[in-house]
């Protein structure tokens, strides 16, 4: 199911790259390097969050708050997702993002890891207790699944409108970009986009 907030996209200048997963999983990292390395577009969800709040005048705590009484935030935050991913040659990473432009995505990528993995990635590199970033990580995950469930009806622990799912856990970061990548080529050329970042898999074919 899509999530219709617009009716259509205009015209789309190139591809839309979505990245979702849990925190912890990876997305981040793999969204920006693939943008960087095929000169597309980077736009993470948590970037519109807070040029919104910066409009309204408010603090990103602040905008949270208002968001759970309000849900027309929600809504502001999701469609200006998908105007972004509407003028295409971008790639979109967050959460949620690839179930709100899920009917424009040319691939729509899972990325995720074993939960203790990713508790011990986020604790490491924000210098955090262990414990706490466990109950923030299960809470914000219990809470985006709910927003969903209460906005559009939809599950998101339904996968079945990703591309590729990737478990990262088991892998190096460089094993795991190499599988994204390499998918990501293949799909992008299958459809007729010409990225000269991708030509090589072109020619292996």
Same mark, same amino acid.
């Given at each position: ?38 000169? +597309? $577009? ?7 969050? =807070? @040029? ?5 005048? #408010?603090?990103? /705590? ?52 074993? +939960? $203790? ?7 490491? =590199? @924000? ?5 706490? #970033?466990?109950? /923030? ?69």
């Amino acid at each position: 199911m899509a999530i219709q907030i617009l009716r259509s996209c205009r015209s789309k200048k190139g591809p839309t790259i979505a990245f979702s997963g849990p925190p912890g999983g990876g997305k981040t990292t793999y969204a920006k390097r693939l943008a960087q390395e095929l000169g +597309l $577009e980077y736009y993470s969800a948590g970037t519109i969050f =807070r @040029e919104y709040a910066r409009e309204r005048g #408010v603090s990103l /705590e602040e905008l949270n708050q208002l968001a759970i009484k309000d849900p027309r935030i929600d809504y502001e935050i999701d469609s200006r997702t998908y105007r972004i991913g509407c003028r295409g040659n971008v790639v979109l990473e967050g959460h949620l993002v690839a179930w709100v432009i899920s009917s424009i995505a040319d691939v729509k990528i899972y990325i995720t890891a074993p +939960l $203790e993995t990713r508790v011990e990635r986020i604790a490491r =590199r @924000e210098g955090r207790n262990r414990d706490e #970033v466990l109950r /923030e990580t299960i809470f914000r995950e219990y809470m985006h699944r709910q927003r969903f469930l209460m906005l559009y009806g939809i599950d998101i622990a339904n996968l079945q409108i990703f591309n590729l799912v990737l478990d990262t856990g088991s892998l190096s970061a460089e094993e795991a970009y190499s599988l994204i990548r390499s998918y990501v080529c293949a799909v992008l050329l299958r459809k007729g986009y010409r990225l000269d970042k991708c030509a090589g898999l072109d020619n292996q074919r």
